[in-house]
């Protein structure tokens, strides 16, 4: 039976005839990590048997044809196979928010003391500072504002 894949949409298929490959997405913040590239041992087949038919054509292109329909078959299991092993290898860094269902990175949207990411649970410390600088910019600018500059002071 096929294994359930928990990954909804951050991920982005990067896999071609010649192997797999996919890179995965953080919902949260867009960071992601690519998983190792695995060569297609039938795309690779196909490949030789394509130039073999071209070259030499007769029974080199019937092959390469019956190669085709082959491959499209052993190409999907090897692909869903790869896909299996891509999920295990970022799997560690992603997190689903059991709030908001995200599938967000570990390493900068997480919030590991309260269990959630840090849409649904900020970091307090990162939000005061935030704040503070907030303010102190706000302020700066309300006194530049508020000072009355005579022309007089700028003529020389």
């Known amino acids: 039976m096929t294994e359930f894949i928990e990954f909804t949409d951050n991920y982005n298929d990067q896999s071609t005839e010649r192997g797999f490959q996919w890179e995965f997405y953080c919902e949260r913040c867009g960071n992601g990590y690519r998983s190792k590239f695995r060569p297609s041992a039938t795309g690779l087949a196909t490949e030789?048997?394509?130039v073999a038919g071209g070259v030499l054509g007769g029974i080199f292109g019937t092959a390469a044809q019956v190669g085709d329909r082959v491959h499209s078959a052993a190409w999907e299991r090897a692909h869903d196979e790869a896909f299996t092993k891509a999920i295990g290898e970022v799997k560690g860094y992603f997190v689903q928010c059991p709030r908001c269902n995200e599938w967000v990175?570990?390493?900068r949207c997480w919030n590991d003391s309260r269990g959630l990411c840090f849409d649904c649970a900020p970091?307090?410390?990162v939000e005061a500072a935030a704040a503070q600088a907030e303010?102190?910019?706000?302020?700066?600018t309300e006194e530049v504002r508020g000072r009355q500059y005579d022309v007089k002071d700028y003529v020389a």
Do not use: G, K, P, S
Request: with cysteine; proline share 0%; aromatic share 0%.
């Open 48 to 50: 030789v048997l394509d």
């Open 135 to 140: 303010a102190i910019t706000e302020q700066a």
């Open 123 to 125: 970091n307090v410390a």
């Open 105 to 107: 990175c570990c390493q």
